[in-house]
């Protein structure tokens, strides 16, 4: 069965500073990987996915993520945070044939910035 | 455009009490639909998902079900509610028939069982 770690349950940043949020994933097949965020109180929002193709995958908010396959990583980053980016980040894998696809998240990393 | 509503938004519920939650997708027909649980500081966790019409996999066992009456309604219940209940339930949905495609989720609904 797939699995999804987040290595930091929560990461505090300065503004204006740059971030990364940790994934790493265990598959013994062809994954895909998503990136989500949640704001307080509300549902999750893609922020941006790989399926296939380039590695480097760059999605909404200045957001951008690197597939590494030999090191089973696909970490987020931003160069340069906004309070606004104070949000919870979710990683997740897609695992499941058939009909419907089963998304399996990790623990979810909590983004705090200060001013 | 698809636009996906879940209600209610809040809900306090006492235990043993019966629950029912609703989803509804518009915009888009014969979606896949999905519940999820948020526990308080926990991730994800798939709870139900549904092809189709009348068609419910459970991915998880607990005293809850799953309906789809309708092609974009999906409903969340319960006979008796456990303290445990208590969390986040988020549906969502993808398109059929295309595989890895994105899910988009709804606003969600706070339960909290006292």
């Known amino acids: 069965a797939q699995s999804v770690t987040q290595l930091d349950s929560q990461v505090p940043v300065f503004e204006e500073a740059p971030v990364e949020l940790r994934c790493n994933y265990s598959?013994?097949?062809?994954?895909?990987l998503f990136w989500y965020v949640q704001y307080p109180n509300q549902g999750l929002q893609l922020l941006l996915k790989?399926?296939?193709?380039?590695?480097l995958v760059k999605g909404i908010n200045g957001f951008e993520a690197e597939f590494n396959k030999s090191q089973t990583s696909f970490h987020l980053r931003k160069p340069s945070v906004h309070i606004s980016d104070t949000a919870e980040y979710f990683c997740?894998?897609?695992?499941?044939?058939?009909?419907?696809?089963?998304?399996?998240f990790g623990q979810g990393t909590r983004l705090t910035i200060n001013p | 455009s698809q636009t996906i509503h879940q209600w209610p938004a809040t809900l306090v519920q006492p235990v043993g009490s019966p629950l029912s939650l609703e989803c509804t997708v518009e915009g888009t027909s014969n979606p896949n639909l999905y519940w999820y649980r948020q526990a308080a500081g926990r991730g994800l966790q798939l709870l139900f998902y549904s092809v189709g019409i009348g068609q419910i996999s459970s991915e998880v066992p607990q005293n809850l079900s799953a309906s789809r009456p309708q092609d974009r309604q999906f409903i969340l219940s319960s006979k008796k509610l456990l303290l445990s209940d208590s969390g986040f339930y988020l549906c969502a949905w993808s398109v059929h028939g295309v595989v890895r495609e994105t899910q988009y989720f709804g606003p969600g609904t706070r339960l909290l069982v006292l």
């Open positions: 598959s013994s097949v062809s994954v895909y």
């Open positions: 790989y399926l296939s193709g380039s590695t």
């Open positions: 997740a894998v897609s695992e499941g044939p058939g009909g419907a696809q089963k998304l399996v």
